[in-house]
């Protein structure tokens, strides 16, 4: 997974963001704080997770499927580009 292994770092920084917000969230259960604090950093948790899988799934597409920079102007490209947006929409 060349995709992966290029942008290693930078998704490694968005796990160790994403497990900061999780144990923000299970230190708010220890220490009983107010619920809707919790609510909104489970929000913010899944909104990170939801980003972080758009990116692999984008990384997936343009490397194992078919890249739509190689050839923008073709079919399989357009549906390609359109498919990677789609993806980004409903993971928003």
Do not use: W
């Amino acid at each position: 997974m060349a995709h992966t292994i290029r942008d290693k770092t930078k998704l490694l920084h968005r796990v160790h963001r994403i497990r900061g917000q999780l144990d923000a969230v299970e230190h708010a259960l220890d220490q009983e704080e107010d619920c809707a604090a919790m609510l909104m950093t489970i929000a913010a948790c899944r909104g990170a997770l939801n980003s972080l899988m758009a990116e692999l799934l984008e990384g997936h597409i343009r490397f194992h499927l078919a890249n739509p920079d190689h050839d923008p102007t073709s079919e399989k490209a357009k549906a390609t580009q359109q498919l990677i947006d789609i993806v980004k929409t409903y993971l928003k």
